[in-house]
């Protein structure tokens, strides 16, 4: 089994900074692209920011300027660096991994959440 972990979230007051990582484990022949996503309360989750096995990065258009996706590729982690903070980037924020299993099997892993709350 294939198991994403992730760790960071936290409480910190708009303008501060976190760190958020998620780190695959288990069966893994390769990790293609990684992806960082998040959900407020009564919203749909959305798409904050990929980065591709190549390092070709994307990034919603609230969050350019302020939030960087990383990976590094030998510890199969993906980081997002969340700079200042507003109170509307409040969620859990959720890393997404597609992970092929061997070379033929690829399925798409989501880790458990981690809660990131920006108030005063």
């Known amino acids: 089994q294939v198991q994403l972990v992730e760790s960071g979230g936290g409480l910190v007051q708009p303008g501060g900074s976190l760190r958020l990582s998620c780190a695959a484990s288990?069966?893994?022949?390769?990790?293609?692209?990684m992806g960082w996503y998040r959900q407020a309360p009564g919203k749909e989750r959305e798409l904050v920011a990929t980065i591709a096995s190549t390092g070709n990065t994307n990034y919603a258009d609230s969050v350019k300027g302020r939030f960087t996706i990383s990976r590094d590729n030998a510890k199969n982690t993906v980081y997002l660096q969340l700079n200042s903070l507003k109170p509307e980037d409040t969620a859990v924020y959720y890393c997404?991994?597609?992970?092929?299993?061997?070379?033929?099997?690829?399925?798409?892993?989501w880790g458990q959440g981690t809660q990131v709350t920006v108030s005063s």
């Open positions: 288990g069966n893994i022949f390769k990790v293609n692209a």
């Open positions: 997404n991994a597609e992970i092929m299993e061997n070379i033929l099997r690829f399925r798409y892993f």
